[in-house]
């Protein structure tokens, strides 16, 4: 092995740092979810597709008001700096926010497509996933975007309890479509 191809000491600390936010990310987000989910904390709609469509977009609205809050924070701050009032979007006071709400648009999206198909798939009993995973992704980027903000050394946490259960759940929505 090669001096070049041996991780410095700044880097095997980065890389620790990235290992704790996602061990500790994981067990919460389970805890989270099945905390909610096993104490009723949700009315389930009727069984049928109507009340079902309207049970997602109720809670589908509260993921999208996570994106309107960073929407309207950068179009808030915009104003503030010589940089940035004219739209740059090099702006380096909002460069980090940016980047935070463009992976949110892509999480959202992952999201929005797979509770879709869940809220569709599912058995009415198991529904109330959907708005734990809801609240689980509202936290989430809310703890992403602080994260990140500080130092891009803390996004993981949030990032993690984002990504994951949009693996999850897209799988799962693949597995009650195509598995079954």
Do not use: C
């Amino acid at each position: 092995m090669t001096e070049a191809t041996i991780p410095s000491r700044s880097l095997r600390r980065a890389q620790a740092l990235v290992a704790v936010q996602i061990a500790l990310s994981v067990p919460l987000q389970w805890l989270f979810v099945r905390t909610l989910v096993a104490r009723g904390a949700f009315a389930l709609p009727q069984d049928n597709v109507g009340e079902r469509l309207r049970f997602l977009v109720r809670w589908e609205l509260v993921a999208g008001a996570v994106l309107l809050a960073m929407i309207g924070f950068i179009a808030g701050a915009r104003p503030l700096w010589a940089s940035t009032i004219g739209g740059s979007p090099t702006a380096e006071q909002l460069e980090r926010h940016v980047r935070v709400q463009r992976n949110t648009v892509e999480q959202l999206l992952l999201l929005l497509v797979s509770h879709s198909a869940l809220v569709l798939l599912l058995p009415r009993e198991e529904l109330a996933l959907v708005p734990a995973l809801v609240l689980l992704f509202a936290l989430s980027r809310v703890v992403y975007w602080i994260g990140y903000a500080k130092d891009e050394m803390f996004r993981t946490l949030g990032f993690v309890a984002t990504f994951y259960p949009n693996i999850y759940g897209m799988g799962l929505a693949l597995w009650l479509a195509f598995g079954r």
